[in-house]
Every structure is written in C-alpha cells, then in structure tokens.
C-alpha cells in the first residue's frame, strides 16, 4: 500500500463544475504540499498547508494532519485547469523528506 | 527572476555514454533538490543540497550517478555511463531556507532518452 494516496485517478469533468481531489497518507506529516503539472511538464507548487484552509483565486486546499487527509478544490473549473494535480507530505522529523502521490489527471471539457 | 533554468531541455544519448544536467537555481535560494520522474515511479528524490553541502544522497540509484554543487548559482547531476532505464524526466528544484518546509520552485525539467 502506498504512504500516499491520492482519489481518483483521472477525473474528466465540464467546465464550471466543482471540482474535488482528495489525498490521505498513512503515515506522520509536519505539512502537505500541492502542485500541479501541465501538460508540458512544468511543475508549479500551488499550496504548502499544515492546517485549516487556504484560498489561491479558484483553488482551495483543505488539510486535517490528524486524520490524515487533505483535499484541493476547484471552483468554476475551466479548461485551463486541465493537469496532473500530485500531492506530497513532508515527513515528520524531516524538513526535506517528502513522501508523493501518483497524482490525479485532470480534464476539463468545454 | 528567471526561475530555475534547467539545460539540456532534451538529451538523446546512446547507452554507455556520460550525460551531465546542469541547473541554475533562483538566487538566493540556499535548498536545492534533484528529481526524477518516471511513470512507474512517479517523482523520486535523487539528491538533496542545503548552503551547497549535500544532505542526502541516499536517492542516488547507484555509483553511475553523481551530482555536484560548485557554488550557490549551479549544480550538476552526471549519469557515466548511461544505461536506457536511466531514461526518464530529471527536474531540479530549489526553495529559500530549509528544506521542503517552504514552496519549492521547479525548473522545467530535462528530458533524457537514453537509447
């Protein structure tokens, strides 16, 4: 089983729905990170979060480190969000050690 | 800024020849990472540098690999000799302060085929 684990897989979905992808890991994190990869390959990191919420324009992450969960959401999703979403915890007692979902793959279809 | 500039952005090599990725990270960035991405293995930590010192290479696949850090503006990662399931997409990253406790800053990443 992996450390990290990140629902679903592949999400296909119309522009302007609401948009959730979820990511539970198994084992202690200090913080979690999200990002997101284009379809060209560039990595763009969109959240680091050790609690509560946070709100980047239509993007929203969630994290509960007890229960060990955390979601990202999008509002009025476009095709421009079309990506690889991958989560990744920092270990506990590391400052550089991450542990990394497979990532979800993301399209919007107009 | 420019960002972390990473060079070759392609590379295609035979097996058994050296291949050297370079990286620039964003000044004054004192964290510098080294990735690998593969589709089995997804992103893979191969090295990590802190104030140009090398924390952990626990990462590194084997002697074939070796990285370098001559300065807090360049890094090397070198592959001698290449071998094809060295074929994947090889990101550096670099962050301000320690560690992946802040945003990391990905270069674009360079793509390395090894046939």
């Known amino acids: 089983k992996n450390e990290v684990e990140q629902s679903p897989q592949n999400l296909t979905a119309q522009e302007g729905e609401f948009i959730t992808i979820n990511c539970s890991y198994s084992v202690g994190i200090s913080a979690l990170h999200w990002l997101q990869q284009h379809p060209g390959g560039g990595i763009v990191s969109l959240f680091m979060l050790s609690s509560g919420k946070k709100k980047h324009g239509r993007l929203i992450a969630t994290i509960n480190i007890q229960e060990k969960h955390s979601s990202l959401h999008i509002t009025a999703s476009h095709p421009r969000d079309s990506a690889v979403y991958i989560c990744?915890?920092?270990?506990?007692?590391?400052?550089?050690?991450?542990?990394w979902g497979a990532g979800t793959k993301l399209i919007i279809k107009p | 800024d420019a960002g972390v500039i990473q060079s070759p952005r392609h590379e295609v090599t035979e097996m058994g020849q050296e291949v050297t990725l370079r990286c620039k990270p964003i000044?004054?960035?004192?964290?510098l990472f080294w990735y690998r991405q593969t589709m089995m293995r997804g992103l893979e930590l191969l090295i990590y540098f802190n104030n140009n010192v090398p924390i952990d290479d626990s990462g590194m696949p084997e002697d074939r690999f070796s990285a370098k850090m001559p300065n807090a503006s360049f890094s090397t990662l070198k592959i001698q000799p290449s071998e094809p399931r060295d074929s994947a997409v090889y990101f550096c990253?670099?962050?301000?302060?320690?560690?992946?406790?802040?945003?990391?800053?990905f270069g674009p990443g360079t793509r390395l085929t090894v046939l």
């Open positions: 990253a670099s962050s301000l302060g320690g560690g992946a406790a802040n945003e990391q800053f």
């Open positions: 990744a915890g920092l270990l506990m007692d590391s400052n550089y050690q991450l542990i």
């Open positions: 000044s004054g960035h004192n964290s």
